[in-house]
């Protein structure tokens, strides 16, 4: 997938970190008219190639004794092999996937967002993949509703929950029960108002006089982002960082496993990924997007790839300009989700690097939730 970068909202919403976005995406929480729940699935699917192991509570009961299996949870920055490994304990463990990746909510945004080939799924059932339109705002809170169900739905009918991707704030939403601020029309066009008059610098002195901390950790150019967090801290009365939930037990008892490589490697990985992604059709699939409506939606065209064709399309910067300012981009982000992911201490990290780390995976994941049922 490509990478992404921070976000705010409107109506009940919350700012939203996305892989596959370079600039402040606004990211609205109203649940309304919107599921998210589709699965793209072939007939006869459901089982193929899948392995039963149960997962039980953490500590203990496979599946079939009475207890819901407990999800896995594969996070990381972006280009580690996330998606590689989620497939494997997926098809190893009989699992079904949900998606965490902002980016791959959207119809038709596949090159650009690293999306895996309904072809290369193995029949394993995927969910929270193509669920929006291009013209449509994805949302964290939408997403948790969505998502939510998808677990416990999985749960429910005795598979495994492997939850992959690399959204930040997605994954806190759906592991930790977050609960977003209340919003206010008024006091949002207040700030709306002082960005376009005043432009962002004027949003961040501004901020940076009512939460300091906040602006220092918010980019100066978020202006989307910088509005939701003076609105917050005016309709709070406490810092922007207050809202966020504290960290405790994962929801479910969800095993989190994390995804990691060397730094030189991972450049690597990702300017190789980049190349691919150019040469295997994204301007093309950008420009078929763009018939779709991708220039009024408010989050996919800002998303890193996208955002650059968009700008090569307009005759901004020459192609091979589009494609560094990808890298960039991507490479910027993914120093943003490591740091958010390194700081929570319920990661259990594994070396994308490692020839074995399914086996390094599958050890984790069985010492922490459950007896292996299967017989090799």
Known sequence: MTASGPAAEQPGTEVCELPGTEAAVQLRTEVAGWSGTEARREPGTEAAGQ???GLGPVGGLPSGTGELPVPIAVVGPTATGKSDLALELAQRLGGEIVNIDAMQLYRGMDIGTAKLPLAHRRGIPHHQLDVLDVTETATVAAYQA?????????????????VVGGSMMYVQALLDRWEFP????????????????????????????ADPVAAATILPTDGRRLVRALE??????????????????PRWGTIIVGVDRETSELDDRIARRTAAMFAGGLVDEVRGLLDRGLREGQTARRAIGYAQVLAYLDNEYDLNHAQERTFIGTRRYVRRQRSWFRRDPRVHWVPGADPQVIDTALTLVRTLGARDTHTE
């Not at 917050?232 to 037990?249: C, D, W």
């Open 232 to 249: 917050v801290v005016e309709l709070t009365g406490r810092p922007f960082a207050a809202s966020q939930p504290r960290i405790g037990e």
């Open 146 to 162: 969505a998502a939510a169900a998808d677990v416990e739905a999985i749960r429910a009918r005795g598979r495994v929950p492997v």
């Open 182 to 209: 209340a919003t206010d029309p008024m006091v949002r066009a207040k700030w709306e108002a002082l960005l376009a008059e005043s432009g962002v610098a004027a949003v961040h002195a501004a901020l940076r006089e």
């Open 51 to 53: 392995v039963g192991i």
